[in-house]
DNA sequence: ACGCACTCCGTAAACGTTTACGACTGTAGG
DNA sequence: CCTACAGTCGTAAACGTTTACGGAGTGCGT
């Protein structure tokens, strides 16, 4: 099957009824459109999307960019495969398709994104790994794509995005030690320019302030949000003259380094430190005693994210009232054993 | 920027020369080449994909074809993130672009391909998770469309493929099993109709009847390829009224739940029982004790994927000359402590 | 002066689709 | 009989690009 020239000569009826007919223009006979579909089917004719978009000026493709850096394969843990069901799921309802579009390690995000977008390759993106300063969310603002980020930055004042609630993690986390007795908690952030690692840090030290606790510097910890920085990040704690009865984890990855190197050391995780980790990702399911974190459903996620990109674009904003809104995205904890401990016993 | 025309306006030049100029073609003074290739650079001109692609009937760009289930989410572990880079970088000689088409769950995956390639979205594609039979392969095959499958089928005689090397795998883990002094081996196969199933059990019957050592189906144990499925069988080693001393994993997440259910009656793996895995991921890197199992280097899997593509393309097939041959890939037995232990002191 | 080769560039058609516009019916209302 | 209108359909232009073709200009040899 060639094209819709074909199927219009087949048939005997112009080529633009076919193409009203196909795609459910009001102005053709009952009759005629059921041949049309029929015959369509029959021959296995799909439009050809090169000539659509040209001519209609969009492919109905949404791009969501994933780095495929070395790092996220090792770590990334099937995030982005999660929310994809959940955003397609969304599109799905608008004959929208989402195409992952994976950056290669070696060229610049930001020229990569250009270059896709340019190309008229995707109708409108969605972003992550949002950067402190993202040149990306400029760029997109400016050339008026739609666009909607996972994760906020400082670039744009005011753009669609979805962030989850790391504020809301760290002092939940925070709170939650406190009342079991602790005093003295330690805490990891990113090596990386991430924005999400402030804000961590941030709500961290005003939830310890609240109950008259000094910040202590020396115990926030930068390391690789990977299971090696996790190592690393006990292998700190441990050298602490005073050593902290908890720690923080901002990525639950790190938490099987951790444990592996405080068990060398004889320190049990969740008898002799308390530990919280951060998402309820597969890996982290597994771990001995179980690791308190927080739950986070990526399909839903999916959906939100899917809907506020939507809720941008003009063509489905009536679909979406009310999911302009930017999200922090709350997270609920599920308790393990990682911290189910009184810290009095301890001391 | 709107397009070439707008180019070529600003420039006093003919639309055609500034397209031959941006495309390298022959004809076009070196000095009229160097300054259409200024004001693009300065005005941010990239050339709309889809009217290249009409006009050309191809669109430079791979697709890469993962399944997007709730069971590939919660088990792939980033596999096909890992052979993206491998794929990339071969791509990346030739200005193609990957991108990543994410199956959704309620779609049929033959469906959803047929779509794709009728919507001319991508010139080739990369499918996996290759049934016994697979509608795709035969009709990527009918409809000339490029392709490579990332392991074998009994569909089509035929057709470009690699598939990872189950029959050594199964052959190395019985031999180094029966070295150790095992001479009743379990092993699981999948419940799904994946090729790789029957490939796997095949060749640890042959191998056991080398040693003479009879084909009991008893300790062929089917369960899910998941860490609920390790620990299923796990379950049902237990339940043998002779028990076996050593099990081989075709999947290595398996291990995980298996390495549980055992501890939960005192069986202690690598000890009480061998336990050899298959791939080495992340995920069970981190198991203890450590999981005897088979390294394999995505990015130089992916590397050789898109080499033998290309050599199914006849625009690329002079740069792969002896790439076109289907692959076995040999996998590196990484051993650990699961297995590391002689059953002779065990009896 | 002429022919020829060569370099460079402009013209216009083509790719497959959507859609504005107008044409053609038949019907109803005046 | 005329007009209005709704329903249906065909015509042709447009989207942005590439490329076959041919033309203009130059240099060179005869």
Redesign the pocket.
Known sequence: M????QLAEHLN?????V??A??G?P????E?RRRVLAAAEELG?V??Q???S????ETKVIGLMIESSKETVENADNFFLGVTSGLQSVFARHKLDLLMLPCPSDEDPHEYLKRMVARRIVDAMIISDTQRVDRRIDFLSRAKIPFVALGRSLSASNFPWIDLDFEGVADHAVERLIALGHRRIAITAPSSEANLGYLFIESYRRALERHDIPFDPSLVIRVRSSEQGGYQAAHELLLLEERPTAVILIYELMAIGLYRRLMESGVMPGRDLAVIGFRDAPRARFLQPSLSCFRISLYDLGVALGRMLLATMPVYREFYPGDGRNIIWPLELMPGESDAFDVGAMV
């Open positions: 060639k094209g819709i020239r009826i112009s080529i633009g009824t193409s009203r196909l795609n223009k102005d053709v006979n009952q005629t004719y439009a050809n090169s000539g659509r040209l001519r209609q000026g």
